[in-house]
């Protein structure tokens, strides 16, 4: 008898069913390609054993400790650093068990699917996790994380990764991502390659942004005292990232503004930034209008721009006081695209050679204003859910959505956007499997022929995110 | 042959509606707690024999009286008091012949739902209402509604409710609760709580606030001449509430603005209102201050704090003027919560001693900002969906959007809402089978094991709502 | 063997798709009334063959050459004609060649739907389109154009079209409909009538506003060189629309803003703008107090008001630059109903002598305010989903959104806004298909008897729309 679970979040009427795993099917068997994430190069780089299993799959993953907070259980029982160092739970076991109790929360969230996949298909775990069988889990993770089969490099084959891209700053040295091209792995065209994130050069409220720009002098050779040495600092830095085998860069801004100066106000905004002068407005002026400059800069290098607006960082005071950045407490915020991308649009919009890739944290501008704008603007695709948008529920309602206007061809693919790497075949799975039940209610809709569904599913799978990122155009 | 009625509202394919039946079957043997609402004590105080049916079920139904304004039927046609006094319909045959006549309006709308299961169950009809019918229907309920069986008291227990909570403002005396307390039906732990509602004495909009805040003063035996003596008779008065069974304060405000003004600016703000020179802005000011304020208080007393934001009131100016508040005049408008809530957060939202339920008009906030917030702070907690949203689609919605990042367990549970007494247990119902139908379909999909959301499904009818509604803790 | 497309866009359920197909049945067999639409209507005056399958079919339709155009094909390569007259292809199969290598663009888009349709029910074809069967489709297309059945009336006969209206600027003679009378196809009752349309003599900010004023005083014989002019104008050709054959006015502004000024600030904005001294608030502060004038005007003369808010015109500046208005360039903006619409609501909301049939591009406004304002007042109804939004999953959510607020009965019906004449029986049918799926699900849901659901989608396809845009009343 088959495994139930082949028919994970496909469609339950029958006839649909029998179709979307027809469609899935061919879309499990393509390569992964993963052109927008946060997995740490190092761990490719060095390829050593996996960290136990609560190091590896609780603490770095906000999803999860954000969860327990909302329940009252603060990040530190679930091993989560402090920003002063004062110490918290060390201890993996205790960690998972302390997870595992509160293993009910995640019922119906993404996070639990991705989970229990993981341990399934990853791991090879039969046993559900649950209070009872913490330490069984535990224990078979350990186990399974000690194989050589189970080290970083073995699992990116088995898990048919065609290509990873991770994501550094300009004032990373990109040390890793040499050592992998030294072994085969990185470097244009390679396996792991890089991406072009500035926010902490380009962000004036970035905690030290004017020390990061001091830095980002240094280490592309070129004077930031003045706004044009800063900006062949960065010319520089895109350069060394393309050696480096990027095809993107990417943006975290809290809106999604656009503004096209002109080279003197440009300049005094970024004076004001450096003498500690600008204030939100400046800071907002200043994100806004580097996007526009970006754009030209992308126009002549070929970098894809990934646009990733509408966060509140550090929304939860107490929480960033006492963890830091990046462990659960941001939250989105109404994000308006119309008017904020009209600068950009204006400029290049309707240019071929730039491409944008615009992702969202607020589904309520799919039909609205993402999906008329990338079905009207020859530069802009439209990138995956995203976040906490990244669930099964969320990517049919986009397909729902963004498809009428838009269709499948302005989108660009998923991506996993993960720091996960285990999660990362699931991930893309997921994605497959709700987009092969969108196709196939289309198909048993009759609006659509199974054949153009089936090559659908395999475009958005595969060819649709290679050609989107650029994946693999320059190999050498 | 079984009553196809038994699948009212489970999704049409067979196999996840008979996982549907089995999982609402389960909650359907639950008691009703029903944590917030709007049902007169008095009613149970004094237990007497309903009225006519269309003075029962008509006319003080704003969802009913509404849509056939909206056709051009004018409220005093249908009963509704007027301001001024002048004569409207009386005739409850008449009423209900008038509205049987436009009972086609109601297709597709929870009234309908509400109305029809309320006439089968709670009445024992078999007829369908409908201008031919309207007669026999009348008679048949006016018949019911003469027997025993049908006064408050017994109705209260075969609807099997648990815990039935009303809402009253901090200038009632509570001596309905107090008779019910006497009679064995109220007081702390007891069957008929009341809910704190402060409105009255908060908002400096609201009809003769100046007033409502000496009479505050005088049932307090407080002098609110100064804020001091505000905030002491407020906390009088939440004694008192408590005393009376309170669990719960509840808060209706135009947005969820919070400040947290400090001491001399509060006081400020409270003498610009005594003195009838606050404006709009001080009276925005002076609600999202009480709430900060609030929150506080909560924290000393533990009541639960519920936020019902985004309604404005007496939108409809022309009905406002004929016949008052509460007749159906009040629209939604967009509502802000991240920004809104930030000050109230800042200060006590990683507090697992508050809890604040916040409930919504505006579903365009439910992947954005609510369930984000909601599972990323330990107070938060997200009310069923409220008043124009108290309907299945949006109630299956609800779940679809939330559930992926709040889950079930940031959730309160299902509230009625309602003043219509008869309608309690069909409201509830309601809720279970939609809830019923969304985990069958996780089921269905294998993302949830059936014993989990049978779990699930009992604490979302009955665990969940007394858990996060403190119902039964105080009891004696 | 029945043709599956017989099932087109019902739910794949096998119960709830027989349903669907009796409900659909019932649709399917009204005449189709169009109350507001873009024909021209020197189509059907004239009565000539059309001219090429590309001209016809692909050239003027917006929604494919903004697709095309967003994957880099720029519009003149599809013959849209250019602002200076530069030349762009003429080659009617050359277009067609290269809009058929980019069909698969339209997967999942009404676009697809509709042409599809139009191939297989209109021009009677079997061979599915794409690059290889280009010419054999336009062959095939263009010998049917050649037909005497293929011509304007003919078609509108086999359509089964009742009603059909057009939309004139009150600067249009009306000629054509002239001759539509006296050929009796025109003229109050008649079959082809028009609709007021007057944005370009309103809206400060269109084009040559002050010009088409004097021209306005022109053909009107009024002095529009004062305000009371420009009303008197306006008066007079309300009346010579109405009497060829109008019943509703039409009114496309950015925002749905509403307001009531008094006389003498009226004739000073319009001072304003016809000395070239109107600035951007101004021209929307004439827009949203001329709503109100209008409003006034429709509660003597009888003329069904239409809202079309929300559109940012000529967002695409290079398009709009090189090919002018509606081609493609514009996008949707979130849309405010509440407050806007407040000024007009208070002066005449509650009148039933008026009627306002409000439309949106902006989805988030379903539930929070659209229902609950159409179900709150007696002169306003809610507008098929519109333009981006007419498509099968949003009218399907319009359903699922609106209905439980608003009911089916204050909803206006379908209409298809289209220039694209031969698709206009597709578009009704989708519609229609659409609305029998969704009540289907209420039947199967046992919330709706399926001899109610019989007679809502006769209404929602016949009577009400009949009824709500006075469709046949003057009738002579």
Same mark, same amino acid.
């Not at 469609?23 to 927008?36: C, F, K, R, T």
């Not at 996949?117 to 399974?144: C, H, K, M, N």
């Not at 009207?376 to 990138?383: I, M, P, S």
């Not at 991506?415 to 209610?441: N, Y």
């Given at each position: 008898?088959?495994?139930?679970?082949?028919?994970?979040?496909?469609?339950? @009427?029958?006839?649909?069913?029998?179709?979307?795993?027809?469609?899935?099917?061919?879309?499990?068997?393509?390569?992964?390609?993963?052109?927008?994430?946060?997995?740490?190069?190092?761990?490719?780089?060095?390829?050593?054993?996996?960290?136990?299993?609560?190091?590896?799959?609780?603490?770095?993953?906000?999803?999860?400790?954000?969860?327990?907070?909302?329940?009252?259980?603060?990040?530190?029982?679930?091993?989560?650093?402090?920003?002063?160092?004062?110490?918290?739970?060390?201890?993996?076991?205790?960690?998972?068990?302390?997870?595992?109790?509160?293993?009910?929360?995640?019922?119906?969230?993404?996070?639990?699917?991705?989970?229990?996949?993981?341990? !399934?298909?990853?791991?090879? #775990?039969?046993?559900?996790?649950?209070?009872?069988?913490? *330490?069984?889990?535990?224990?078979?993770?350990?186990?399974? =994380?000690?194989?050589?089969?189970?080290?970083?490099?073995? #699992?990116?084959?088995?898990?048919?990764?065609?290509?990873?891209?991770?994501?550094?700053?300009?004032?990373?040295? =990109?040390?890793?991502?040499?050592?992998?091209?030294?072994?085969?792995?990185?470097?244009?065209?390679?396996?792991?390659?890089?991406?072009?994130?500035?926010?902490?050069?380009?962000?004036?409220?970035?905690?030290?942004?004017?020390?990061?720009?001091?830095?980002?002098?240094?280490?592309?050779?070129?004077?930031?005292?003045?706004?044009?040495?800063?900006?062949?600092?960065?010319?520089?830095?895109?350069?060394?990232?393309?050696?480096?085998?990027?095809?993107?860069?990417?943006?975290?801004?809290?809106?999604?503004?656009?503004?096209?100066? *002109?080279?003197?106000?440009?300049?005094?905004?970024?004076?004001?930034?450096?003498?500690?002068?600008?204030?939100?407005?400046?800071?907002?002026?200043?994100?806004?209008?580097?996007?526009?400059?970006?754009?030209?800069?992308?126009?002549?290098?070929?970098?894809?721009?990934?646009?990733?607006?509408?966060?509140?960082?550090?929304?939860?005071?107490?929480?960033?006081?006492?963890?830091?950045?990046?462990?659960?407490?941001?939250?989105?915020?109404?994000?308006?695209?119309?008017?904020?991308?009209?600068?950009?649009?204006?400029?290049?919009?309707?240019?071929?050679?730039?491409?944008?890739?615009?992702?969202? #944290? *607020?589904?309520?501008?799919?039909?609205?204003?993402?999906?008329?704008?990338?079905?009207?603007?020859?530069?802009?695709?439209?990138?995956?859910?995203?976040?906490?948008?990244?669930?099964?529920?969320?990517?049919?309602?986009?397909?729902?959505?963004?498809?009428?206007?838009?269709?499948?061809?302005?989108?660009?693919?998923?991506?996993?956007?993960?720091?996960?790497?285990?999660?990362?075949?699931?991930?893309? @799975?997921?994605?497959?499997?709700? @987009?092969?039940?969108?196709?196939?209610?289309?198909?048993?809709?009759?609006?659509?022929?199974?054949?153009?569904?089936?090559?659908?599913?395999?475009?958005?799978?595969? !060819? #649709?995110?290679?050609?989107?990122?650029?994946?693999?155009?320059?190999?050498?």
């Amino acid at each position: 008898m088959p495994d139930p679970r082949q028919d994970l979040l496909f469609p339950a @009427d029958p006839g649909v069913r029998t179709l979307a795993r027809r469609l899935h099917a061919l879309a499990a068997e393509q390569p992964i390609i993963s052109p927008h994430g946060h997995v740490d190069p190092a761990i490719l780089a060095e390829d050593r054993p996996f960290p136990d299993p609560a190091q590896l799959l609780i603490v770095p993953d906000h999803y999860l400790t954000r969860m327990l907070l909302s329940q009252g259980v603060p990040p530190g029982r679930l091993g989560v650093p402090t920003v002063d160092g004062s110490p918290t739970e060390t201890d993996g076991r205790a960690i998972w068990r302390l997870f595992a109790a509160h293993w009910h929360l995640f019922r119906g969230t993404p996070s639990r699917l991705w989970l229990e996949q993981t341990f !399934r298909e990853v791991f090879g #775990l039969s046993t559900a996790l649950g209070p009872a069988t913490a *330490d069984e889990v535990y224990d078979a993770i350990a186990a399974r =994380l000690a194989e050589p089969e189970f080290r970083p490099r073995a #699992l990116f084959e088995r898990f048919g990764i065609e290509v990873l891209a991770t994501t550094e700053s300009p004032l990373d040295d =990109l040390a890793w991502h040499a050592k992998l091209a030294a072994d085969g792995w990185g470097g244009p065209g390679g396996r792991v390659i890089t991406t072009f994130r500035p926010d902490n050069v380009v962000d004036m409220e970035f905690e030290d942004w004017a020390g990061n720009v001091e830095r980002l002098g240094a280490i592309a050779g070129e004077d930031t005292g003045t706004y044009a040495g800063y900006l062949a600092a960065l010319r520089r830095r895109r350069e060394a990232f393309v050696a480096a085998g990027a095809t993107c860069s990417d943006h975290g801004h809290p809106t999604a503004r656009t503004l096209a100066l *002109d080279r003197a106000e440009a300049a005094a905004l970024y004076d004001r930034g450096r003498r500690g002068t600008a204030d939100a407005a400046d800071a907002e002026a200043f994100r806004a209008h580097m996007l526009v400059e970006f754009a030209r800069m992308s126009i002549d290098d070929g970098l894809v721009m990934q646009l990733h607006p509408g966060s509140v960082r550090n929304h939860n005071r107490w929480l960033y006081a006492r963890h830091g950045r990046d462990v659960g407490g941001d939250i989105p915020q109404a994000t308006e695209y119309l008017h904020a991308l009209t600068p950009l649009l204006d400029a290049h919009g309707n240019d071929p050679r730039l491409r944008v890739v615009v992702y969202t #944290l *607020d589904e309520y501008t799919f039909t609205r204003e993402l999906a008329p704008l990338a079905g009207g603007y020859a530069a802009l695709y439209l990138g995956a859910p995203w976040w906490f948008l990244d669930s099964p529920e969320v990517l049919r309602r986009f397909r729902e959505s963004v498809t009428e206007t838009a269709g499948f061809y302005n989108t660009a693919g998923f991506v996993d956007d993960t720091r996960a790497f285990c999660s990362i075949p699931v991930r893309h @799975d997921v994605a497959r499997r709700v @987009d092969a039940g969108f196709l196939a209610r289309l198909v048993a809709e009759h609006r659509l022929d199974e054949d153009e569904a089936a090559e659908t599913i395999v475009d958005l799978a595969y !060819r #649709l995110p290679r050609r989107v990122y650029k994946i693999g155009e320059r190999s050498q």
